[in-house]
């Protein structure tokens, strides 16, 4: 019964919500039901009606833009070309930064799931190229008759990755964009980071896109704010850090508040009625009628 009030109060409020434009994004695709950044997880969150496909972004030995959350493989759920798994320190050693793409799309990132997620679905696949994904979903979404969708992309950088687990700020970026271009989407993407490295390089080579600051600690709007040198068009916090006052500064700097990662009903009820312009969650199906 609790579960039953918590979904009609929040059916009320996405109906309160629609009367704004309200970006529903599938976190990593939609992780909750299918295998994280893959391409199954892509088309899956477009059948469920999401705006946008959120996504992380890594970069092979060759210069290939992929999708992975971690900068290794990790050994949750992915396993050998063989079929084995691997422990925790082997797959951390297979740094993504280190091997070409072609090995890196050997590797099973499906078959057995992710233990965090039960209600994931099994199916054998890959750590697809970005290129791809965006062919992809194009594709899918013009033959289901869908609009065609946005994308928010994460760059996983970190200053002590840096020549480790990634390219500088600057050829990460370069790489990246270069990869939105050619597929024509600059005016549906999104690029997001918890770096303010990046999101200066993109501001700087290129005004135009839309912008995310990611934010996971306590220090404030205007302090994190600071460490950008411009403001972005979307300030994306944790989800427990937002409150309606934080809302209200952010429309007042006319930046949206897309808060992560949302997974219950009552959580969205909650946020909706705060007034933010979306929710990243790892199950798109979450917000009915949307």
């Known amino acids: ?120 679905q099994k199916l054998l696949t890959y750590k697809p190229l970005l290129a791809e994904v965006i062919d992809s979903a194009e594709a899918y979404a013009k033959r289901t008759h869908r609009p065609a969708p946005y994308y928010n992309i994460e760059t996983k950088t970190t200053p002590a990755g840096d020549g480790l687990n990634h390219p500088a700020p600057e050829e990460f970026v370069r790489l990246l964009l270069a990869v939105v271009k050619a597929k024509g989407i600059q005016d549906r993407v999104i690029i997001q980071s918890f770096d303010p490295r990046t999101l200066n390089v993109v501001h700087r080579t290129q005004r135009r896109l839309r912008t995310a600051l990611l934010v996971e600690n306590q220090d404030g709007l205007e302090k994190n704010l600071q460490r950008l040198s411009f403001r972005p068009s979307i300030y994306s916090p944790h989800y427990k850090l937002v409150t309606p006052d934080l809302v209200q500064a952010c429309h007042q700097q006319r930046m949206q508040v897309i808060p992560w990662t949302v997974n219950t009903p009552a959580e969205a009820a909650q946020l909706l009625q705060q007034q933010v312009d979306g929710l990243i969650t790892d199950y798109p199906d979450l917000v009915p009628g949307h």
């Open 1 to 120: 019964m609790k579960y039953l009030a918590f979904l009609a109060l929040l059916t009320v409020s996405a109906a309160q919500a629609q009367q704004r434009p309200l970006d529903i994004q599938g976190h990593r695709g939609c992780r909750g039901l299918m295998p994280e950044n893959t391409i199954p997880a892509m088309r899956r969150a477009l059948d469920l009606g999401v705006t946008t496909l959120e996504m992380d972004a890594a970069i092979s030995q060759d210069g290939q833009v992929l999708l992975s959350h971690d900068p290794y493989l990790n050994a949750d759920f992915a396993y050998r070309p063989d079929g084995q798994p691997l422990t925790k320190e082997e797959g951390k050693a297979l740094r993504l930064y280190s091997l070409p793409y072609a090995e890196i799309r050997r590797y099973d990132v499906g078959s057995h799931g992710n233990p965090k997620f039960p209600q994931q």
